[in-house]
């Protein structure tokens, strides 16, 4: 064979790829879209996601499933979708927790820097400090009190051992210098029965999970957990206004199992952003406190990886354990 045959077949071999990927791009989505949600159904993630959702849903023309898969600090949620094929069916809808697992568990069954592919940075937004309405507490200052008074008596829920809510409460008495103590639950919802029924005093909840109660008035805010106040909640202080150097943010971000396509990546990304900056999804989440980002797949690695080494200190400082 000669050069001149050797070069023609290698060009139309490489037309012949391009013409594939190219195809196959068109062709996306073929099927139904899953975006996996590791918590349980009813709080903020589950909020965002199903947002989400119906948005993509239209953009994509084929049905976006939001499908639930609680446990072991998102952990079981995420190793699903590490471990799913890499060809842009099945999204993770990843949060602070992400960022705090690789130092709370050592031996995570997936590689989390090496596992996923980033899609996007939706956005961030504060968590909010919330009691009952009858509670005594009515300020930070209120709650510090006490707590130096009776150390370990006052109790704050979370949805999970290293989630947002139960590291803003370490986060607290660590620069406040007090003692709580911390009741994990396995969800948002089941946190919020027990804080209305008496069991336990307050919550770190996150924003979207927490404003509806505070919209029916069955919660209060004492405080965001923002460097600065909420544009959602004006009226409500910022811890850091009562203790100096307090900062916990939420975050959502989607990711992709390690090797879905580049052009698959693209094209969610593009859809994702598109939805998160319309007037229905800004509408839904922003007055929960969420501040849309729709950072591209660079912005969320880059962001992440800054949160896991931040809250490694922490998780490390205060010993803390998966459940």
């Known amino acids: ?19 594939i990927a190219a195809t196959a791009l068109a062709a996306y989505p073929e099927k139904p879209v899953k975006l996996v949600v590791p918590f349980t159904p009813g709080g903020g993630t589950d909020i965002i996601a199903r947002t989400l959702a119906t948005g993509m849903a239209k953009e994509l023309g084929q049905p976006v499933v939001v499908e639930n898969k609680p446990g072991g600090g998102t952990v079981i949620g995420t190793d699903a979708v590490a471990k799913s094929a890499a060809d842009g069916y099945t999204l993770l809808v990843a949060t602070f927790a992400h960022a705090v697992n690789p130092s709370m568990q050592p031996h995570l069954p997936y590689a989390w820097d090496k596992a996923f592919a980033p899609v996007i940075l939706i956005g961030r937004g504060p968590n909010v400090l919330v009691v009952r309405p009858d509670s005594k507490y009515r300020t930070i200052n209120d709650i510090i009190s006490d707590a130096k008074a009776n150390p370990g008596k006052i109790t704050y829920a979370s949805f999970g051992n290293g989630t947002s809510a139960h590291l803003a409460g370490e986060m607290f008495t660590n620069l406040a210098h007090v003692q709580m103590t911390h009741v994990p639950y396995r969800g948002m919802g089941a946190a919020v029965t ?17 404003a509806g109660y505070l919209a029916s008035g069955q919660l209060r805010a004492i405080a965001v957990t923002s460097p600065q106040r909420s544009p959602s909640l004006p009226n409500v202080p910022a811890v850091a206004e009562s203790v ?14 390690a090797g879905t396509p580049p052009d698959v990546v693209s094209k969610l990304y593009a859809v994702v952003a598109k ?49």
């Not at 943010?249 to 990711?255: A, F, L, N, Q």
């Not at 660079?298 to 949160?307: I, N, R, Y």
């Open 1 to 19: 064979m000669t050069k001149r045959m050797h070069r023609a077949l290698a060009q139309l071999l490489a037309a012949f790829a391009i013409a």
């Open 194 to 210: 027990d804080i209305l029924g008496g069991q336990v005093d307050m919550i770190f909840g996150t924003a979207a999970g927490v």
């Open 244 to 257: 100096p150097g307090y900062a916990v943010e939420s975050w959502y971000g989607i990711y992709v199992p």
């Open 275 to 323: 939805v998160a900056k319309t007037d229905e999804f800004r509408k839904r989440v922003e007055p929960e406190g969420l501040i849309i980002t729709a950072g591209g797949p660079a912005e969320l690695d880059k962001f992440v990886h800054a949160e896991e080494a931040r809250w490694r200190k922490v998780v490390k400082e205060n010993n803390i354990r998966p459940e």
